[in-house]
Antibody
Framework: EVQLLESGGGLVQPGGSLRLSCAASGFNFNNYAMSWVRQAPGKGLEWVSTINYSGSNTYYRDSVKGRFTISRDNSKNTLYLQMNSLRAEDTAVYYC????????????WGQGTLVTVSS | EIVLTQSPATLSLSPGERATLSCRASQGVGSYLAWYQQRPGQAPRLLMYAASNRATGIPARFSGSGSGTDFTLTISSLEPEDFAVYYCQQRSDWPRTFGQGTKLEIK
């Protein structure tokens, strides 16, 4: 059974940093691209970042470029999102999502971790 | 950025009725479109990908169609568990984008 378990969320002041983790199990982690998708309170879904299976290619939405870094450790079956210079508009539930083998659709999601940026 | 516009924003129907949800893209995305269901307090669930392919474990009452800029998700006969929010998503170009969602509520 595929499982994705996010951790690392919490309350942080504007300008602060957080590192999210996503522990994966139940599938061959190093064969699949992985992504982070967020959802602000009461709002819709917003793609944040994607990393390919090996970690050699990464993609970001413009609003987080230069502030967020996606990475993975295939030896630990873990996905990360390092978030720096956080802003109030980054407040959201952050979901880790596995991509389909055929690319670019999200077939499994974690339960999410809440990041709140507030003073 | 490709903008996806979903309609209607809210759809009020009764169990057993047929639901038709629409997603329109600001530019052509081929067949590179997915649909997700999100129930309150839960993570999204993939329903359809590549416009018309059901994801693993999705009941046959769900179907998808369309290509280019206009797409439809149809639920042939609504079950109580189908009342949720539905999102479309394109993978034709970066950034990946989602529609704003259609809330399917019980009439």
């Amino acid at each position: 059974e595929v499982q994705l378990l996010e951790s690392g969320g919490g309350l942080v002041q504007p300008g602060g940093s957080l590192r999210l983790s996503c522990a994966a199990s139940g599938f061959n982690f190093n064969n699949y691209a992985m992504s982070w998708v967020r959802q602000a309170p009461g709002k819709g879904l917003e793609w944040v970042s994607t990393i390919n299976y090996s970690g050699s290619n990464t993609y970001y939405r413009d609003s987080v470029k230069g502030r967020f870094t996606i990475s993975r450790d295939n030896s630990k079956n873990t996905l990360y999102l390092q978030m720096n210079s956080l802003r109030a508009e980054d407040t959201a539930v952050y979901y880790c999502a596995k991509e389909l083998e055929t690319c670019c659709y999200f077939d499994y999601w974690g339960q999410g971790t809440l990041v709140t940026v507030s003073s | 950025e490709i903008v996806l516009t979903q309609s209607p924003a809210t759809l009020s129907l009764s169990p057993g009725e047929r639901a038709t949800l629409s997603c329109r893209a600001s530019q052509g995305v081929g067949s590179y479109l997915a649909w997700y269901q999100q129930r309150p307090g839960q993570a999204p669930r993939l329903l359809m990908y590549a416009a018309s392919n059901r994801a693993t474990g999705i009941p046959a009452r769900f179907s998808g169609s369309g290509s280019g800029t206009d797409f439809t998700l149809t639920i042939s006969s609504l079950e109580p568990e189908d009342f949720a929010v539905y999102y479309c998503q394109q993978r034709s170009d970066w950034p990946r984008t989602f529609g704003q969602g259609t809330k399917l509520e019980i009439k």
